[in-house]
T-cell receptor, first 113, second 113 residues
Framework: DQQVKQNSPSLSVQEGRISILNCDYT??????FLWYKKYPAEGPTFLIS?????DKNEDGRFTVFLNKSAKHLSLHIVPSQPGDSAVYFC????????????FGAGTQVVVTP | DAGVTQSPTHLIKTRGQHVTLRCSPI?????VSWYQQVLGQGPQFIFQ???????GRGNFPDRFSARQFPNYSSELNVNALLLGDSALYLC????????????FGSGTRLTVV
C-alpha cells in the first residue's frame, strides 16, 4: 500500500525557471515530511523538511509547502540550475511508525540550458 | 568527517546464495536503518536498529535479518536469494530513534543472477 505518492515520474525545466514537484499522502498519522535528492551511484541527500504544524518552509532556493487538508505537499526550486538535475524523493514520518521513512517513487528532474 | 560507509559497493550473487552487507554509521550516531530500493521505486524500509536492538521492521520475509554491533555498525543478511532481491540496499544513520536527521550511505548494488 503506497502511502506516499509522487505521480509525476519526470519533469523537464529550463535553467532559471521554477521547478515544482508534487507529493500526495494518504496516512493522516504522518507529521513530518522530508525531501531528498539523489544522484546516480549516490545515496539520497537530505534537502529540506517540514513539520505538520507548519505550512511552509524555505531554505535558499528551495521551498516546501504543506496542505494538510488536501494531504499534499510540493517542493519549489527557484531558480532551477543544471546541478539540480537528479531524482527527488518525497518521504514522510508518522507517529504510528516512528523512525520508518515512507518514500514516494521519485521524480526525475532534468534542467536544460 | 566520514559519512555513512557501506560495503561492498557492488556484488553479484547466484540464486539461493546468502549475502551480508555492512554499514558503518556516522561517528556518534547510534541508530542504523536499512532500506531496499528497487529500480524505478522509492526506498522501502527493512529494519531499524538502535543500541543493538531492533526498533522497527518493514514488510520483508524472514530471509532478511540484521544486527547491530557494540560500535553501532550493522550487518544486513539475506538468505536464499531470489532474483527479486536485486536492488540497491541503503543504510541510513541517525543520532537516535525519534530524530529526523537521517544520513544515507551510497548503498550496495546487489545483483542476483
Amino acid at each position: 500500500d503506497q502511502q506516499v505518492k509522487q505521480n509525476s515520474p519526470s519533469l523537464s525545466v529550463q535553467e532559471g525557471r521554477i521547478s515544482i514537484l508534487n507529493c500526495d499522502y494518504t496516512n493522516s498519522m504522518f507529521d513530518y515530511f522530508l525531501w531528498y535528492k539523489k544522484y546516480p551511484a549516490e545515496g539520497p541527500t537530505f534537502l529540506i523538511s517540514i513539520s505538520s504544524i507548519k505550512d511552509k518552509n524555505e531554505d535558499g532556493r528551495f521551498t516546501v509547502f504543506l496542505n494538510k487538508s488536501a494531504k499534499h505537499l510540493s517542493l519549489h526550486i527557484v531558480p532551477s540550475q543544471p546541478g539540480d538535475s537528479a531524482v527527488y524523493f518525497c518521504a514522510a514520518l508518522g507517529t504510528d511508525s516512528w523512525g520508518k521513512l515512507q518514500f514516494g517513487a521519485g521524480t526525475q528532474v532534468v534542467v536544460t540550458p | 568527517d566520514a559519512g555513512v560507509t557501506q560495503s561492498p559497493t557492488h556484488l553479484i550473487k547466484t540464486r539461493g546464495q546468502h549475502v551480508t552487507l555492512r554499514c558503518s554509521p556516522i561517528s556518534g550516531h547510534k541508530s542504523v536503518s536499512w532500506y531496499q530500493q528497487v529500480l524505478g521505486q522509492g526506498p522501502q524500509f527493512i529494519f531499524q536498529y538502535y543500541e543493538k536492538e531492533e526498533r522497527g521492521r518493514g514488510n520483508f520475509p524472514d530471509r532478511f535479518s540484521a544486527r547491530q554491533f557494540p560500535n553501532y555498525s550493522s550487518e544486513l543478511n539475506v538468505n536464499a536469494l531470489l532474483l527479486g532481491d536485486s536492488a540497491l540496499y541503503l543504510c541510513a544513520s541517525s543520532l537516535a530513534t525519534g530524530t529526523y536527521g537521517y544520513t544515507f550511505g551510497s548503498g550496495t548494488r546487489l545483483t542476483v543472477v
